[in-house]
């Protein structure tokens, strides 16, 4: 069945990875980010998440009313953030809370009132969310924090199937500028195939990890409707 898929941050990374594929499976995919890709088969809108949550509201009502009916709701979008507390300013702060907890939750409550079927939701986090990293404070919250939405959502009856997946580490451009050594990071074809997999079947709930050295896949949750253990 044709899908309408919402994919938050698919201009590059996993996001775009995953945009490919489902627009080769025939869904009508809608990405966003700050700059338009020109991934063919995909229609694109600008969301650029910045401190400003007065913003961010306009914007994704927005979204929401060019793009509506979403089954799906993907979201990908995040950005390296380092330093310790004391040198992250408010501005700084605000943006990691806005891109990595409020516009997913805004979204949710958005879509759940537009969607008739119940809406699926996938969350991609990070192994910050179970790692804690003193020089990403703020990163390590949020993504934990997102996780926990996640888990906390599948509790409503009206929402589908909940997936969480964190990847340790992908080879992308999320890391561009840094010294940091993507050599033996996952591959993000690799990381898609993998969302992919874990999202098909019955369940209400999915809580997995992929992991490196060497790439793996650990799911460390699987629920049903019933929250029984699969």
Request: glycine content about 8%; proline content about 4%.
């Amino acid at each position: 069945m044709k899908k309408n898929i919402l994919i938050i941050g698919g201009s590059s990374g996993v996001g775009r990875k995953l945009a490919e594929h489902y627009v080769a499976e025939g869904h009508s995919v809608c990405i966003t980010g700050r700059k338009n890709p020109q991934l063919s088969g995909t229609r694109f809108q600008s969301l650029n998440v910045t401190d400003r949550s007065g913003d961010l509201a306009r914007d994704i009502n927005r979204l929401v009313q060019e793009f509506p009916a979403v089954n799906t709701l993907i979201y990908a979008a995040g950005y390296l953030q380092r330093g310790y507390i004391n040198d992250l300013n408010d501005t700084a702060l605000q943006t990691m809370v806005n891109i990595g907890l409020l516009a997913p939750m805004m979204l949710v409550q958005r879509l759940k009132a537009n969607t008739r079927a119940p809406l699926k939701i996938m969350l991609i986090t990070s192994s910050s969310q179970y790692t804690p990293r003193a020089l990403e404070p703020a990163y390590c919250a949020t993504k934990s924090g997102l996780g926990m939405l996640g888990a906390s959502l599948v509790r409503d009856s009206d929402i589908g199937k909940v997936l969480v997946v964190a990847p340790s580490g992908i080879n992308t451009p999320f890391w561009t500028g840094t010294d940091e050594d993507t050599s033996t990071m996952l591959n993000s074809d690799w990381v898609a195939d993998q969302i992919v997999s874990l999202s098909s079947g019955a369940f209400k709930y999915k809580f997995a990890k992929l992991l490196r050295k060497p790439a793996r896949t650990e799911i460390v949750e699987c629920m049903d409707n019933h929250f029984q253990p699969i």
